[in-house]
């Protein structure tokens, strides 16, 4: 596929068929997270390509409270109807050990230099070690004609999923990715903000083009 | 360009040529950047373009001591000859302000959602709002024959930096990414860990694929 549409129109995907990912294509996908970035070029992000039915059942167990609490928190009423996209998170939540692959993305803390942690702030640094990686299958899968999301909600049990998957101690879990054949056609256009809105020129809120 | 040759030949830039990005060039490369996911769609990503000779020349002011002591505390001794990619960082680093443009990617904190804040260790997922869309500017810089280098340096001297380019007080600093045209041709092979090692299935260590 081109490179442009590739990047438009890899959204996240909520509705999944239960068919199973080929090795091959799924190879392909996974590949494409070895050539992103990482600090150092430390390559510390680790895959866990989760296919064995039990297993998926325990992931879909564990992220359905916290999906529940994160729409209860999201100001959903009781009893009220959902909008469309959480109703079909909702689905997505409910379902995911239907997905054929759930990607459990992981990463080595000693590969990770967080330059702002000694910052009076939220950490985010670590992520630009992890994060890109995680983009690569996102756009690799869009490429292959598989859907994905990114969800990170199931890190709040990080010790149970580390537990399920014998993950190690020094190891912490960056990301849930759901991957599988999407049941609508991908998106033509993507909500988002227009480029005026997300960049600067020079200084803050000043025009990066004129 | 093919989307499997972008995604495998986008690495590290440190040598630009001091030749302008034309306007139309950077705002595709930026716009890529915008479909990128953002958890709850809430796109708090954000770039500051930086062209202006005075400020590139103050970011890299502001760069140089840090990279002197990530080399340090990496091991160099003083006076003994660097490896030659830390040589290339090095020129990077101290020719900063010869990059045509120094991208500052910024996020609106309030729309990150850390959900592994409360665990005990370093916090990383609220870098999944924000590294993907950097990362499809990586890529699509080189789609477009540019090079760039995520670099997080300077997140240490993140006050600094805000008051430099006028950001607010609840948005944070991510990531510098030089851009501009690079002096050598893009590389053919990446040097990366093989899928094996970083790819596992079902549990930590076994096989993703028989």
């Not at 009893?79 to 689905?91: R, V």
């Not at 409910?94 to 990770?112: F, S, T």
């Not at 640094?125 to 690569?136: D, E, L």
């Not at 537990?163 to 759901?178: F, G, R, S, W, Y």
Request: hydrophobic share 45%.
């Amino acid at each position: 596929m081109e490179f442009r549409e590739v990047i438009e129109t890899t959204g996240a995907c909520r509705l999944y068929r239960p068919d199973a990912v080929p090795d091959d294509v799924l190879a392909r996908v996974l590949d494409a997270a070895r050539w992103a970035p990482t600090g150092g070029n430390r390559q510390g992000v680790r895959f866990l390509a989760v296919r064995d039915p039990v297993k998926r059942k325990t992931l879909r167990d564990l992220y359905v409270p916290l999906w529940e609490q994160y729409v209860a928190r999201a100001g959903a009423r009781p009893g009220a109807p959902l909008p469309k996209l959480i109703q079909d998170a909702d689905h997505m939540a409910r379902h995911l050990d239907q997905v054929p692959v759930l990607l459990v993305v992981c990463a080595h803390l000693g590969d990770l230099l967080a330059t702002d942690r000694h910052l009076d702030r939220l950490s985010v640094v670590a992520g630009g070690s992890i994060y890109p990686a995680v983009q690569n299958v996102l756009l690799a899968a869009r490429a292959e004609g598989l859907g994905t999301a990114l969800t990170t909600l199931l890190c709040a049990v990080e010790p149970q999923v580390k537990e399920l998957l014998a993950i190690p101690a020094d190891v912490l879990t960056a990301a849930l990715v759901p991957l599988g054949h999407p049941v609508h056609p991908f998106p033509r256009k993507l909500a988002r903000r227009p480029l005026s809105e997300v960049c600067f020129g020079d200084s803050w809120g000043e025009p990066a083009f004129r």
